[in-house]
């Protein structure tokens, strides 16, 4: 093979990959515009019609599909995300918007974001599961906490990245973990799963809830420099 040659196969690779990855991007796009769109849309229905019904099996009948359509949402946007962005912290800034905004719509108001750190060296693994981690923590608050302000607080180091989601709510209570169940257990799994910890505990001022989730990093030095507060 002479270098003419190899140089055209080479040529002829990128631009496979190339058009490879614009096919990705334009499924993402139909996945998140419209798919998605009518999933949230459903959900938001559902929520909406929780709290104006009157049969008690209707309700939790509903409250569990409601859940259920968010659990879809999330894998979707694993599915888009792995779609969009292998290792861009841009795209996940992007999908980070999208959730607030559709949170905003189920409590009233519009979630405070704080971002610190190089978001833009997050592995693509780790940023799915930062994604879906403020999704259910924001669902819970809509939910359950009766709340007036949420913070939403992501800070990377080399050694991982720390989720802190914190309203002005109801706070902890005895049923806490009941109420929250099922959106606790998920985040417990994905700090499993990520080598990570989840941590409860009451918001400053003894009022609201505040949820710390980590999750480690392939690195294994340690820097809180960048710890959201």
């Not at 190339?18 to 798919?35: G, K």
């Not at 019904?53 to 509903?62: A, T």
Request: hydrophobic share 40%.
């Amino acid at each position: 093979m002479t270098s003419r040659d190899g140089a055209g196969h080479r040529t002829d690779a990128a631009a496979l990959e190339a058009a490879r990855a614009t096919e990705r991007l334009h499924i993402a796009r139909d996945l998140h515009d419209t798919v998605i769109q009518d999933l949230l849309a459903v959900g938001l229905q559902l929520t909406a019609g929780l709290e104006h019904e009157s049969d008690p099996g209707r309700r939790e009948r509903d409250a569990t599909l409601a859940a259920q359509l968010e659990l879809a949402v999330v894998r979707l946007r694993q599915t888009v995300g792995r779609l969009r962005w292998p290792d861009s912290g841009t795209a996940l800034e992007e999908e980070l918007g999208a959730i607030l905004t559709h949170a905003a719509g189920l409590l009233g108001f519009s979630p405070s974001l704080r971002l610190a750190g190089p978001l833009e060296q997050l592995e693509a693994s780790l940023a799915h599961h930062v994604a879906a981690v403020v999704q259910e923590s924001l669902s819970n608050v809509a939910r359950h906490a009766q709340a007036t302000s949420v913070l939403v607080g992501i800070a990377v180091t080399e050694a991982g990245v720390e989720v802190v989601i914190t309203d002005d709510g109801r706070g902890m209570g005895p049923d806490t973990t009941t109420t929250r169940g099922q959106g606790l257990r998920n985040l417990r799994s994905r700090a499993a799963d990520c080598k990570g910890h989840l941590l409860l505990t009451t918001a400053e001022g003894d009022r609201g809830l505040r949820v710390a989730w980590y999750g480690a990093r392939d690195a294994g030095w340690s820097d809180t420099s960048h710890r959201p507060r």
